[in-house]
């Protein structure tokens, strides 16, 4: 609980707690901004380093890789109500991804997709289709693609 009160302070610090969803949106998408922040004043993800569970390390790793994309993202476990996150970024700045399939899942297909060329919009669209669903946090095991 300490590492989320951390965090929603951090992000009122930089002015980027706001939440910032499109207005043509369903209701029922998540938050997330719709446009970039400078990569600086975003939250950092936790150390994979922190986890014991391979699968949490290399979402944690690769989430690192890809945090300006994870900023514009919603995440659909719906943290957005229940602990009032902003984008699926902040479950990995802190330990909510390390519980949650939904934020890992979304998490790796937004690192995979960005690897593909592929915008943070059109991230954005594929994950509201429930495209990030085909996801299998087992492969992280064998392919080590972090």
């Not at 009160?5 to 719709?34: C, E, K, M, N």
């Not at 975003?42 to 391979?54: G, N």
């Not at 297909?109 to 919009?121: E, F, L, M, S």
């Amino acid at each position: 609980m300490r590492t989320f009160v951390a965090v929603a302070v951090l992000l009122g610090t930089f002015g980027i707690g706001a939440r910032a969803q499109q207005a043509s949106a369903p209701a029922d998408v998540p938050a997330y901004h719709a446009t970039p922040a400078k990569i600086a004043a975003l939250p950092k993800t936790l150390p994979p380093t922190t986890f014991t569970d391979p699968r949490v390390q290399a979402a944690y790793a690769l989430a690192a890789k890809v945090r300006g994309v994870l900023y514009q993202e919603p995440c659909y476990c719906h943290c957005d109500k229940e602990i009032g996150h902003h984008s699926l970024l902040d479950c990995f700045a802190g330990d909510h991804a390390s519980i949650c399939e939904t934020c890992m899942m979304e998490g790796v297909y937004a690192y995979q997709q960005t690897k593909a060329g592929k915008t943070p919009g059109q991230i954005r669209a594929a994950i509201e289709r429930g495209e990030w669903k085909n996801v299998n946090l087992n492969d992280l095991l064998s392919q080590r693609v972090y």
